[in-house]
């Protein structure tokens, strides 16, 4: 069963786009059918939880969901990265103002350890020699930065530890973070876990693989290493997420040779003072647009959605602040992972959206972003053009047919305040573009062989079928010519819909 008609608007006209977790709330078909109907255009699969069974079952239902209801959906890998945690005990353990707490280095696995009685608070964590990056007086922070500590006395001895004062009072769950504020931590970007994980997306067909704790463009070059190794023709993207002051002190690189870039408030939050966030939130968004990159806002968008059946305000501000920045995505972590409403809290999300989105002068902003055309890229400066002219001619939509998406992406760059319709004959791209600002993609057959008149009017055909256009409605096609031949964008073409005085080109 396809979408509803209402349903089918909404994502058509909905530019920003909406990534969902999916856990143990929302993994099962029905329930993800239901993220999809509310607009998940991306579903995240978090492997610091997962496993590769329960992964491909998801992936699985995924696309059997995303073909019965005929949408492009991007699945996307989180890998795990190279997480802190504190270990050496079990469940929730209740933690107060003024007391000790002893936390030691080890380079043994959880199960290997043994469980200390709370009582003693000798804890330990895979920070390697952890008092080698402290001195008294440094902050320590536990549960996600909920937890302040400062360290009073270090023991350099063959492991490392330190002895902690706890600040406020609070409770740490199983496995908490902790984290060491500014420290520059000696552990590889990429551990054996990830790169399993990284080639079992590779050989799996997920579209995105996000990153985590990527610190220098090196990072992306390695993963793109590991990648060609395992699979020489996958077409699977990077998605780096920023997590920590030496990410930020290598930004642009970073935007400049990944694919995308997802703002992780969760663990930058904690590594940075929380008053600069916002800032640094802007910054990088306004940085990926303007390259002509996804980003994506991510952590606590709706938090107390998890239990509550409505956000905050402060939530709801939130999140159509991403959306007045031009975030391409933003994105539900527990909300729909473990959440009481997954459903509900997609739909609100949309809601925001799209009111958000309503307000927005979108003309306005393409033309400011005609500062940062970069000159050299033909496809660059066509895109301008075809945003342009739509805003002029009062055009409908606009249409690009791609086999790279280069084009596509160009245009979602200048964020046109009319749909981009996306036409494309390569599947795997198909799902991908549904991560990319205001662009609609559309399955083709390939169009080679075809002057670009014929693909422009099955192109048309296809989107009146959808009830998308109607006659009359104005469109302005972008592409190459000849098909197949893997030029630059060389074609711009205006067509009402309902005239069919097409002409062939010379």
Known sequence: ??????????????????????????????????????????????????????????????????????????????????????????????????????IESTDKQPGELRQEPPEQRHFYTNLPRISSLCQAGTRVLLQDGFIEAEVTQLHPGRAGAVTVRVLNTGTISEKTHLAVPGADYPIPFLSEKDRADIRFAVKNGFEYIALSFVRTAKDIADVKALVKETDPASPVMLIAKIEDKQALANIYDIIRDSDGIMVARGDLGIEVPIEELPGLQKNIVKRCYLAGKPVIVATQMLESMTERPYPTRAEVTDTANAVMDLTSAVMLSG???????????????????????????????????????????????????????????????????????????????????????????????????ALNWGVIPCLIEAPEGHRFSEVARLAMERLRKKGAITAGDKLVFMGSSPFGKRRPTNTIRCETVGDEAFHDEI
């Open 335 to 433: 909300e729909t992972a473990k959440g009481a409403h997954p459903a509900r809290v997609v739909n609100m999300m949309g809601r925001i959206i799209d009111r958000t989105e309503s307000a927005a002068d979108y003309r306005t902003l393409a033309r400011i972003t005609h500062d940062y055309v970069d000159r050299d890229n033909i496809t660059n400066i066509m895109a301008f053009s075809v945003v342009e002219m739509a805003h002029d001619w009062n055009a409908g939509a606009i249409c690009v047919i791609t086999a790279s998406g280069i084009g596509a992406r160009s245009l979602s760059k200048y964020r046109p305040s009319v749909p981009i319709y996306a036409f494309t004959h390569n599947e795997t791209l198909y799902h991908q573009l």
């Open 1 to 102: 069963m396809i979408l509803s008609a209402s349903q089918a608007t909404k994502r058509a006209f909905r530019r920003t786009k909406i990534i969902c977790t999916i856990g143990p709330a929302s993994n099962t078909p029905d329930r993800i059918r239901e993220l999809i109907r509310e607009g998940m255009d991306v579903a995240r699969i978090n492997f610091s939880h997962a496993d590769y069974e329960g992964a491909l079952e998801t992936v699985r239902l995924l696309r059997e969901a995303r073909a019965e209801l005929d949408v492009p959906l991007a699945v996307m890998l989180d890998t795990k990265g190279p997480e802190v945690r504190m270990f050496g005990y079990s469940g929730g353990v209740q933690l107060s103002a003024g007391e000790t707490l002893y």
